[in-house]
């Protein structure tokens, strides 16, 4: 390092690099310099973390346009009812009121057909229950008199609320009318309180009403018509998804356990996530209840008619997570610190990997039958496969202490026999409990077979093709037969 003079008579210093060269180090600015780097980092700062949120929000859309589609209809919704401000004609009609059909679009709208026919039903005929007795009850108060009006109409507020609000504990109540009772208790306390000044409360409930009416109603034929979202599809789509789920998770677990797993290499992000999969099912029971709550509003669509079984779909989902329960605590063998000796491990490899070949053929024929709403004529075979296998397992199980080596007895000169080594029990421990839950989840896995064909049965699924050609030679059959009997009948006249 040295120092010298610039060509402008300052001080500088230089520093020596390997190489012969050097480099001139710059003086450090003032107080100004320093603000402005700061001020400078912080608006890079702020723009790099917008350009991060519009990159983040263009994948969103990428991967699931029909959020994007959803934005427009609401705004295709809302820009439809603004004409009511400002369109003249309209807005003589109804006047300031139409307030009211807006909000009522950017409250009652939802993702799905079924949220929103759900919220429109319940904001219309809570509006109108409340507007009827908030009407009857201000009559009522009216001809007793200015001295009991105010009481009356007090003591009506509060028991009709205290009772809206109950019944909000209520579960069957809570599922689907929820949002009902807090708009009852909204309007009824609204019509009760302006009541007692406005003389004009019929025409302003009916106004009022008929607002609101328009604004359901848009909401609905903009759900319906346009690029329809349905929750019972949705709902579908997601037990679908996550039976298959399932099975990636399940056969994953045992191939990672026995070291069998060949796509890790190649592909390891992806088989980390088939491999978690398991979590999804534990964690979908609030959207699989918001869902089959919303589709019970919605009308027959597509292979759903009315009065679908959504409840079986509860069960399914049910028994899926008891089932994912057992492939988490199967996923807790991998990360175990003990390991089993590997020639406990080369005994029961083949079962295993046998075993949950056979339930993950089962999941996949299940996942196969909900995708395409048909009934499988191989379900009864991977069925008994897998039980099978599992006998195969308990077999294997049964038969591991004739397996293990055993010391052999002192010669007759009392020197004692070769030395072999008996895993403690600790080691055995963890590939003990990995069998018994693989046999559990083949178990679990009967009850979730059991749930498909309940599903099936009561949603009426197409019968399998093996079923359908069973008929049509059933039906040819006779046929046939009959034609041959007239034919050799002509014959015999010939």
């Known amino acids: 390092m040295g120092k010298g003079r610039g060509d402008s008579g300052t001080l500088e210093w230089k520093v020596n690099i390997?190489?012969?060269?050097?480099?001139?180090?710059?003086?450090?600015?003032?107080?100004?310099?320093?603000?402005?780097?700061?001020?400078?980092?912080?608006?890079?700062?702020?723009?790099l973390k917008i350009w991060r949120f519009l990159e983040k929000a263009w994948g969103i859309g990428v991967a699931e346009p029909r959020k994007l589609v959803h934005c427009v209809k609401v705004g295709l919704a809302l820009s439809v009812?603004?004409?009511?401000?400002?369109?003249?004609?309209?807005?003589?009609?109804?006047?300031?009121?139409?307030?009211?059909?807006?909000?009522?679009?950017?409250?009652?709208?939802?993702?799905?057909?079924?949220?929103?026919?759900?919220?429109?039903?319940n904001r219309t005929v809570a509006t109108f229950l409340a507007g009827s007795l908030g009407i009857g009850i201000h009559w009522v108060a009216t001809q007793s008199g200015e001295r009991f009006e105010p009481i009356i109409l007090g003591f009506s507020v509060f028991i009709l609320a205290a009772l809206a609000t109950f019944s909000r504990f209520i579960p069957s109540v809570k599922t689907r009318f929820d949002y009902g009772a807090s708009i009852f208790i909204l309007t009824f306390s609204l019509v009760s309180v302006s009541g007692y000044r406005v003389e004009k409360l019929i025409g302003l409930a009916q106004t009022r009403l008929s607002t609101i009416a328009i604004g359901t109603s848009l909401c609905i034929l903009t759900s319906m018509l346009f690029c329809p979202i349905w929750a019972?599809?949705?709902?579908?789509?997601l037990i679908t998804h996550n039976l298959e789920k399932l099975s990636d998770s399940l056969h994953g677990c045992i191939a990672e356990y026995f070291h069998q797993n060949e796509t890790e290499v190649s592909g390891g992000e992806d088989c980390s996530k088939k491999l978690q999969g398991y979590k999804c099912v534990l964690n979908s029971k609030g959207t699989e209840d918001s869902m089959a709550s919303f589709a019970i509003w919605e009308p027959a669509h597509g292979n759903f008619n009315f009065r679908h079984p959504w409840k079986q779909y509860l069960k399914l989902g049910a028994s899926m997570r008891s089932c994912a329960c057992c492939i988490e605590a199967l996923n807790?063998?991998?990360?175990?610190?003990?390991?089993?000796?590997?020639?406990?491990?080369?005994?029961?490899?083949?079962?295993?990997?046998?075993?949950?070949?056979?339930?993950?053929?089962?999941?996949?024929?299940l996942m196969i039958t909900m995708k395409t709403?048909?009934?499988?004529?191989?379900?009864?075979?991977?069925?008994?496969?897998?039980?099978?296998?599992?006998?195969?397992?308990?077999?294997?199980?049964?038969?591991?202490?004739?397996?293990?080596?055993?010391?052999?007895?002192?010669?007759?000169?009392?020197?004692?026999?070769?030395?072999?080594?008996?895993?403690?029990?600790?080691?055995?421990?963890?590939?003990?409990?990995?069998?018994?839950?693989?046999?559990?989840?083949?178990?679990?896995?009967?009850?979730?077979?059991?749930?498909?064909?309940?599903?099936?049965?009561?949603?009426?699924?197409?019968p399998a093709k093996d079923d359908k050609r069973k008929q049509n030679q059933s039906t040819i059959t006779p046929i046939s037969e009959n034609q041959d009997h007239e034919t050799m009948a002509a014959l015999q006249k010939v």
């Open 232 to 237: 019972g599809n949705e709902l579908h789509s």
């Open 332 to 365: 807790g063998c991998l990360d175990t610190e003990v390991e089993a000796p590997e020639f406990l491990k080369d005994h029961l490899q083949d079962v295993c990997m046998i075993l949950s070949s056979c339930s993950s053929k089962v999941l996949k024929e």
């Open 18 to 47: 390997p190489g012969g060269r050097s480099e001139t180090l710059e003086p450090e600015s003032g107080f100004f310099g320093r603000m402005w780097r700061r001020l400078r980092g912080m608006v890079e700062g702020f723009l």
């Open 373 to 462: 709403m048909r009934r499988s004529s191989k379900i009864d075979f991977f069925v008994g496969e897998m039980q099978s296998a599992a006998q195969d397992l308990q077999n294997a199980m049964t038969s591991l202490p004739n397996t293990l080596p055993v010391p052999p007895p002192a010669t007759a000169k009392g020197e004692p026999g070769i030395k072999t080594t008996i895993p403690p029990l600790m080691k055995v421990l963890p590939l003990a409990t990995l069998v018994s839950l693989l046999i559990e989840i083949a178990t679990r896995i009967e009850d979730i077979v059991d749930n498909v064909d309940k599903l099936a049965g009561l949603a009426e699924f197409r």
């Open 81 to 121: 009812v603004s004409l009511f401000y400002y369109m003249r004609p309209l807005y003589d009609g109804v006047g300031g009121n139409a307030m009211w059909a807006i909000m009522t679009v950017v409250v009652v709208f939802e993702y799905t057909v079924g949220a929103t026919l759900s919220k429109s039903i």
